[in-house]
């Protein structure tokens, strides 16, 4: 079992940065993906960034809509995966998730293929 808690999320201006952290307690999420997802107000949750255990390389993925302003990270030996948000939007505005796949080795952008969730952090932009 893995438990995830997200932190870092709160209040940016457009154009400003985050950084959002996801730690991983319970056992070492070693060999697991992982994800960032983000649901806004009356809209479903989405893909925003995911990444491969780094057996298979380690390869990344991000949505269109975040490329080139996000970069996802990880550091294996403190169990925790962080997202790195610049040039912030105020359609960047949601909760924002992050989430295990026991499959390390693929990076998939649907959610119902990641079996662990953390509770969530906000993210607001304003204009």
């Known amino acids: 079992q893995v438990q995830l808690v997200e932190s870092g999320g709160g209040l940016a201006q457009s154009g400003g940065s985050l950084r959002l952290s996801c730690a991983a307690s319970g056992r070492t999420f070693s060999g697991y993906s992982m994800g960032w997802f983000r649901q806004a107000p009356g809209k479903e949750r989405e893909f925003v960034a995911a990444m491969r255990w780094m057996r298979w390389s380690g390869g990344t993925y991000y949505a269109d809509s975040v490329k080139g302003r996000f970069t996802i990270s990880r550091d294996n030996g403190k169990n925790t995966m962080y997202l790195q948000m610049n040039s912030l939007k105020p359609e960047d505005t949601a909760v924002y998730y992050c989430?295990?796949?026991?499959?390390?080795?693929?990076?998939?952008?649907?959610?119902?293929?990641?079996?662990?969730w953390g509770q969530g952090t906000q993210v607001t932009v304003s204009s």
């Open positions: 989430a295990a796949d026991r499959r390390g080795d693929r990076i998939s952008t649907r959610d119902y293929e990641y079996e662990y």
